[in-house]
Nanobody, 126 residues
Framework: QVQLVESGGGSVQAGGSLRLSCTAS????????MGWFRQGPGEEREGVAR???????MYADSVKGRFTISKDNTKTTLYLEMNSLKPEATALYYC????????????????????WGQGTRVTVSS
């Protein structure tokens, strides 16, 4: 079955960096739309970054220029490099995956995925 396991969360001070990983199994990794979402305390879940099957990245405006999403098809692992972290980045971060036959996908498509990890917590202190 599909499994997504996040790791790499932790506590950092504002301005610091973290690298999240999501190790995947059970589906065609290279042919899937994948992304990172987060849910802060008392907030709705929001999309952070997405990477299309062809490797095209997309970012939320709030993280552009500071976060980088990437994937390693040989390791079936998705990454999120987070730099210049701000306290508002404090949240539980989830990865999601949804197979597709197309080279591109949308955030709405990924939001409807039934495949989600359990989350990894990021805390940024000021």
């Amino acid at each position: 079955q599909v499994q997504l396991v996040e790791s790499g969360g932790g506590s950092v001070q504002a301005g610091g960096s973290l690298r999240l990983s999501c190790t995947a199994s059970g589906y065609n990794f290279s042919g899937a739309c994948m992304g990172w979402f987060r849910q802060g305390p008392g907030e709705e879940r929001e999309g952070v970054a997405r990477i299309d099957p062809d490797g095209t990245p997309m970012y939320a405006d709030s993280v552009k220029g500071r976060f980088t999403i990437s994937k390693d098809n040989t390791k079936t692992t998705l990454y999120l490099e987070m730099n210049s972290l701000k306290p508002e980045a404090t949240a539980l971060y989830y990865c999601a995956a949804k197979p597709t036959v197309w080279p591109h996908c949308s955030g709405a498509y990924l939001q409807k995925s039934p495949f989600w990890g359990q989350g990894t917590r990021v805390t940024v202190s000021s």
